[in-house]
Each structure stands twice: as structure tokens, then as C-alpha cells.
């Protein structure tokens, strides 16, 4: 008897709701394990968002934010 046949043998051993259970949980370890590859970019962050940020946009907002940073600390 392989897995499969395992797991159904038992899923009908159980009433309606625990085999309700069982099936959420198989749900939650299919979308657990089916992971997305992580964003690494500001352009692949913002992707979901349907922002288009340009180059001289991320350069603009560096500039502004590191623009009075002290270069020389003593």
C-alpha cells in the first residue's frame, strides 16, 4: 500500500467534519510549500503595486535622502 492509498484509507474512516479538517490542512501545507520567489529589487517590490519607478527616480530619492549625510566622520 503506497501513501495514497494510505491516506484515503483513513480519510474515509472519519466523519464529514474531521475529513473537512483534513482537507484544510492538506490546502495549508500545499500553499506552505509552494513559496514565491522573494522580490530582491525595488522595481520587483513594487511590481503588485502597478508603480512604474524609473531609474532617475531611485537616484532622485537617494540623493534626497543621503544628500546631507556627513561624508567625512571623524
Known amino acids: 500500500m503506497n501513501i495514497e492509498q494510505a491516506v484515503l484509507e483513513r480519510l474515509r474512516q472519519l466523519l464529514i467534519d474531521k475529513q473537512q479538517q ?20 525595488v522595481r520587483g517590490f513594487c511590481a503588485d503595486l502597478k508603480v512604474d519607478i524609473t531609474e532617475e527616480d531611485i537616484a532622485q530619492a537617494r540623493q534626497e535622502m543621503w544628500g546631507n549625510f556627513p561624508r567625512d566622520i571623524v
Open 22 to 41: 483534513l482537507l484544510d490542512f492538506a490546502e495549508f501545507l500545499s500553499q506552505k510549500t509552494t513559496s514565491k520567489t522573494p522580490l530582491r529589487t
